[in-house]
């Protein structure tokens, strides 16, 4: 998983071996971060090329149309891209360890969710990386998002909207909730409150004690080194793999 990030220039890397499927990712990348969920929640052998977002290799462009991560490699040479749409591509593919709910109108609601989180996930990344206007209606938007998964951990009385075991909603909002501390850093000191969100604080604790959880995340300290480098306009995408050599 920290392999450097392979940049213009670089030559291609030789197909995955025989039964293993290929992520392009980037080590920072939230929506990367989904899929590597959900590839070891599922126990599938992966292996992954993580790629130079600021200087991406021209043949990138040939297994990804927008240049964009995550992107997988399937079983017959094929390439899928979208967070979303691999995350049900792995799930319907690969019956073990199923993520979605059973129940068809279940799991459309928890897909309704999944792209309500979408207005939390768009403001974070405004407020994180600095671009675009910062201001209340940025707080009240990721507020707001937040408070109603406040409301559905309480009407569902699970340790995970999943149940008792973390599920495809709780792995496709957690790359965001684990870098939601350092939305005090950044952006507004009062907007995460213990009280208007006990449920969700302590549903994220228990996220973080997951061994698929801990696998791939990063601590607070880890995401502000690379977002200053980001906003400095040189993201250090090797810095994990710098920092163990
Ligand atoms: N909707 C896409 C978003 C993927 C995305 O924005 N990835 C970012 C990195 S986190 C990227 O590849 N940025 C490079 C670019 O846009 O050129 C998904 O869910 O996979």
Request: aromatic letters at 10%; glycine letters at 6%; proline letters at 5%.
């Amino acid at each position: 998983m920290n392999g450097p990030h392979l940049s213009r220039g670089s030559k291609q890397p030789s197909p995955p071996p025989k039964g293993k499927l290929r992520l392009y990712s980037n080590r920072f990348c939230p929506y990367s971060q989904r899929v590597i969920l959900v590839l070891d929640a599922k126990k599938i052998a992966y292996d992954v090329v993580n790629i130079n977002l600021y200087s991406k290799p021209d043949w990138y462009y040939d297994k990804s149309p927008y240049g964009k991560v995550p992107a997988l490699e399937v079983e017959n040479g094929d390439v899928i891209y979208e967070s979303l749409i691999i995350a049900d591509y792995l799930d319907d593919r690969y019956h073990a360890h199923q993520l979605h709910n059973k129940d068809p109108l279940q799991k459309a609601k928890d897909r309704l969710l999944i792209e309500q989180f979408n207005r939390v996930v768009n403001t974070m990344y405004r407020v994180l990386t600095n671009v675009g206007r910062i201001g209340l209606d940025d707080d009240e938007a990721i507020a707001n998002g937040l408070s109603t998964f406040e409301r559905e951990l309480a009407n569902r009385g699970s340790q995970f909207f999943g149940g008792n075991k973390p599920g495809m909603l709780d792995l496709m909002i957690w790359p965001w909730c684990e870098r939601a501390d350092i939305l005090k850093i950044f952006g507004n000191q009062n907007l995460l409150k213990k009280e208007k969100y006990a449920k969700l604080m302590d549903w994220s604790q228990r996220m973080s004690e997951e061994s698929v959880v801990r696998r791939s995340m990063m601590d607070s300290i880890t995401h502000v080194r690379y977002l200053q480098s980001y906003r400095a306009g040189m993201p250090d995408y090797d810095m994990i793999l710098n920092a163990s050599d």
